[in-house]
């Protein structure tokens, strides 16, 4: 079964082995990338909540905050930490966090009685759903650098090893 057009998927450079990643077929050494088979990987379809959290690093936590915000509309730290029983200083904090990731808009309100307050809204889907997938390609290409590291390693530590007799060993970041 082929993919639609428009989806995006992975391809693979058949001259130098390079990566990329889209929904249009990129080129690499001056020739379009081959699209690489999706149906045979030892890789599990990650839940939202795992890619989420892998990719985008937030906590359970920050993931519930995420959520009741996106369901709840327009809220304050305060009416969201009573709803969700967190404490006002973690939800302000996450708040802070998904309001620069850019899911969030955090705007100053000021209070007919005097002083401020900041209320939280959800930016519109299309928006949550193009900041994600932007910050997702950036991590995918950032695994990519590092397993094209890995494999210069592995290359390296194998000539190595026929040079000097040394067992190659995994490398794997402390």
């Given at each position: 079964m082929?993919?639609?057009?428009?989806?995006t998927r992975l391809f693979e450079c058949v001259t130098c082995g390079g990566v990329g990643i889209g929904d249009n077929r990129p080129t690499c050494c001056g020739e379009p990338m081959a699209a690489t088979e999706t149906g045979n990987t030892a890789v599990s379809e990650p839940s939202l909540e795992t890619l989420l959290k892998t990719v985008f690093d937030m906590s359970g936590t920050e993931l519930d905050i995420c959520?009741?915000?996106?369901?709840?509309?327009?809220?304050?730290?305060?009416?969201?930490?009573e709803q969700i029983g967190y404490d006002r200083s973690v939800v302000a904090r996450h708040l802070n966090h998904l309001a620069a990731f850019g899911v969030v808009e955090k705007r100053r309100r000021i209070r007919p009685a005097g002083g401020h307050v900041y209320v939280y809204t959800p930016q519109p889907p299309e928006v949550v759903r193009e900041r994600l997938r932007e910050e997702f390609l950036s991590w995918v290409r950032l695994a990519t650098a590092q397993l094209d590291d890995l494999q210069r390693e592995k290359v390296e530590a194998i000539a190595d090893a026929e040079t000097d007799e040394r067992q190659w060993t995994v490398f794997q970041e402390q």
């Open positions: 082929t993919p639609p057009a428009d989806e959520l009741c915000v996106m369901e709840g509309g327009e809220l304050t730290v305060a009416a969201l930490a």
